[in-house]
């Protein structure tokens, strides 16, 4: 009997370690395709909703897997649907596949030269957020998947979303767009995994937080009207720029002495105001554009609530009216606990125990937050700095970099993410 039981491990063993040793095989034979893909996606970038030849190569490789494709969904996505060899759940993958307007400075062989037209002004396009290795790195992770149909109890929808930057002024797009078209129906999804790189993080590492990881979004608009008037006679008038002067110092005290900051982060910038044409005159009306960056239900209601308040009361105050409109951009970024604690010991087993951290939140804003609204979902960050870097650039910035080593640990961490998941 002992021997019989010790023959059982030995062969338990010696399966699981040539399941293993095939994968590794297909995540060699996957990392260079990948580069090349992010190096392609990298030198033709393409706007919010425009991405159409992104979309066409996207579309090639998956129906070159045998998978169901969708295209055109949510304008320009690209969904596969990869149909496993036993019946069980169904988890999705996420991508976003657009670039920013934005005029590349480095000096990469694959440095992007595109221009194009954004909001009526000339300008480069450029991945300067990372995209393109998002792209790359799903496009792989379909591949090994494809190759292993026979590990994968349920199926695996990948999901190509373009603008999550946002869509173009009087479109519609992104995520929420993609969830109004049912793209987490048909099969119904049952829990969805993201990543997003990041040129701060060394290679190697994975960073993560349970709950909100990163901020919900709105964006504000404050219109106040004055009085116009002659520059030297300031009171025969009501000074609308005066009035925005306040409106943004009284702003600034709900962040600074009503919202509970040790409880999460809370952020009111005002980046834009028009006001005025000549410097002798008082204008009759000013204008202000803002984001609302919160990581908190009740805070949020509560800023936006004492926002819409002050705003009105403040501009009465010195004799003039003003209004707000507030809109929402994305919702809270919010990792599901349970699935939080289910998929960190994969991630720890991929990267390595030490190289999986716990972070703060980020007051940044993510559109895969809409669908977690829908479906229980884990984001979360891969490292692109390369080690011992002494320089490395934000995202959104001409001078952004990742480093191509950083992207086979994405490939495995959210292929291992779906087979576990999956076969759990």
Request: glycine share 8%.
């Amino acid at each position: 009997m002992k021997k019989i039981a010790t023959l059982a491990i030995l062969a338990l063993s010696s399966f699981v370690y040539s399941q293993e040793s095939a994968m590794e095989q297909d995540y060699a034979d996957i990392e260079k395709k990948v580069i090349d893909w992010r190096r392609h996606f990298h030198q033709n970038p393409e706007l919010s909703n425009r991405e159409f030849k992104t979309a066409e190569k996207i579309e090639k490789h998956l129906k070159s897997l045998g998978m169901e494709v969708e295209t055109k969904v949510a304008h320009t996505g690209v969904v596969g649907l990869l149909k496993g060899d036993l019946p069980g759940k169904v988890v999705a993958l996420r991508a976003d596949i657009d670039a920013l307007p934005v005029t590349e400075r480095n000096d990469l062989p694959y440095k992007s030269t595109v221009t194009s037209e954004f909001l009526g002004e000339k300008t480069g396009v450029m991945h300067a957020c990372g995209h393109d290795t998002h792209t790359a790195i799903l496009m792989g992770v379909a591949e090994v998947l494809s190759k292993n149909k026979d590990k994968i109890k349920g199926s695996v929808k990948f999901i190509f979303q373009p603008a999550e930057e946002g869509a173009p002024p009087g479109e519609e797009g992104g995520a929420l767009l993609m969830v109004k078209q049912g793209v987490l129906k048909s099969p119904d999804v049952d829990a969805i995994f993201g990543l997003h790189i990041n040129s701060q993080t060394p290679v190697g590492e994975i960073r993560y937080k349970s709950g909100g990881i990163m901020a919900a979004t709105q964006r504000f608009i404050i219109k106040v009207k004055g009085k116009q008037s002659h520059g030297s006679q300031p009171w025969s008038g009501i000074d609308p720029i005066l009035i925005s002067a306040k409106i943004i110092d009284g702003l600034q005290t709900i962040i600074s002495r009503e919202s509970n900051l040790t409880n999460e982060a809370a952020v009111i910038t005002v980046g834009k105001i028009k006001s005025g044409v000549r410097f002798n005159i008082i204008p009759e009306s000013a204008e202000m554009i803002g984001t609302i960056r919160t990581l908190d239900y009740g805070m949020k209601e509560h800023i936006n609530k004492r926002m819409a308040e002050m705003v009105a009361d403040i501009a009465k105050a010195y004799g003039g009216s003003a209004t707000i409109d507030i809109e929402d951009t994305t919702d809270i970024t919010f990792n599901d606990h349970a699935l939080v604690k289910q998929m960190l010991p994969t991630m720890q087993y991929i990267a390595g125990a030490e190289n999986v951290k716990l972070q703060k939140a980020v007051t940044g804003g993510e559109d895969f937050s809409y669908f977690q609204r829908e479906v229980p979902g884990f984001y979360f960050f891969l490292g692109g700095m390369t080690p011992g870097s002494t320089e490395s650039f934000p995202h959104h910035t001409p001078d952004f970099k990742i480093d191509d080593s950083g992207l086979l640990l994405g490939v495995k961490t959210l292929t291992q993410m779906s087979l576990d998941y999956l076969n759990k």
